[in-house]
């Protein structure tokens, strides 16, 4: 390229992106290559692409990761409070019913989202795909 001036091996007249961090972007639910776009298009829902950069979200394949980690935290933290509240406590049953409700139910689904898009901006930055067997 007659006149193009590099850059770390990147044409200065291509787009450079920085090196985000994959836990900030995908926890805010932001594109993991510019940090500007959306990742997802609803709750859960990944995006076709992003509309700031153009990034296809065609990679990405969290699967049951997200569900998997944030059960397992919600119930072990629900349910050692729950049983930790008793044993300090005694309290009434509806401040196990209160509790429960908030940590075991409502933690999930403020949490879901983030870590969905923590192991989606984790995948694309590591270039991770499936395994094959040659």
Known sequence: ??????????ALDENYYPDFSAAKTGMLGK?????????FSSYLKVAKECSNCGLS????????????FVGLFACVVGVGSIF?????WQPAYWVHALLG???????????LQPVKGWLIAQQWRHNAHEGQLH
């Not at 390229?1 to 990147?10: L, Q, R």
Request: charged letters at 15%; proline letters at 4%.
């Open 1 to 10: 390229m007659a006149g193009a001036f590099f850059f770390e091996g990147t």
């Open 31 to 39: 594109c993991p290559r510019c940090a500007r776009g959306k990742l």
């Open 57 to 68: 979200y065609d990679f990405a394949d969290a699967g049951d990761g997200a569900v998997w």
């Open 84 to 88: 930790a509240a008793e044993a300090i």
């Open 101 to 111: 409700i908030t940590l075991i139910i409502v933690a999930p689904l403020l949490l």
